[in-house]
């Protein structure tokens, strides 16, 4: 659906300032269901081809995916400064965890392995980011994130939707909290690293070539399930 839609516009079959159908027509054209085809609205958005004005519908912008934006911040901007960030601040976390940070994360990881809704695990995803930042014992670090922490949830979501991360996700956040444990600042620093790694190599995957799916014949199928991160 998102990959229809997607193609259709960087192919030119809808103009930058064209106005796409209406959902009821898109839902009906191409037999998906309404959450469905919302879903990859949201996406095309993200993606800055397209804006959604209120009460006038959904209008191109761009023929092509260039920065993908999540709330105020541009996906570019976001990796950078995570990187500035969070991988140092996964080094002083190592050193200065207390048990305390250590169980918190532990159970907050033992969540995200079970959860299989997307909306609980993109919410839990962010905890862990400031759970992490937390254990640094600085409070600045911790506001940096908090200042992020809704950008981070829409590139999560993104992730979770298009890029098939969260088991991937899942055991890269291990990897941080068991350097944690460990005390190892070395290996703390190389996990949150590698996991960075991991989000822009997706995020590129994504720009560059649309995803493939194809709507069930009852259009109910849900490209969210079996995702995930940030």
Partial sequence: MLAHLRGAIERGEYA????????????????????VLREALRALQTMGLTVSRTGKGTFVVASTVEDPTFGDYAASDLLEVRRHVEIPVAGYAARRRTPENLDHL???LD???RETDT??????????HLAVAEAAQNPVFRRVIEEIRDALARQSAFLNELGG??????????????ALIDGSENDAVEAMAHHLDRVETTLTDIVRS?????????????????????
Avoid: Y
């Fill in 106 to 108: 532990a159970h907050l």
């Fill in 111 to 113: 969540r995200m392995e």
């Fill in 16 to 35: 930058i300032g064209d106005k796409l159908p209406s959902e009821a027509e898109l839902c009906r054209t191409l037999e998906v269901s309404r959450p």
């Fill in 210 to 230: 649309p995803r493939t799916d194809t709507p069930t014949a009852t259009g109910t199928e849900n490209p969210t399930e079996g995702g995930p991160e940030a």
């Fill in 119 to 128: 909306t609980a695990w993109v919410a839990m995803d962010t905890l862990f």
């Fill in 165 to 178: 991360r969260r088991e991937q996700s899942n055991r890269e956040h291990r990897a941080i909290v068991e």
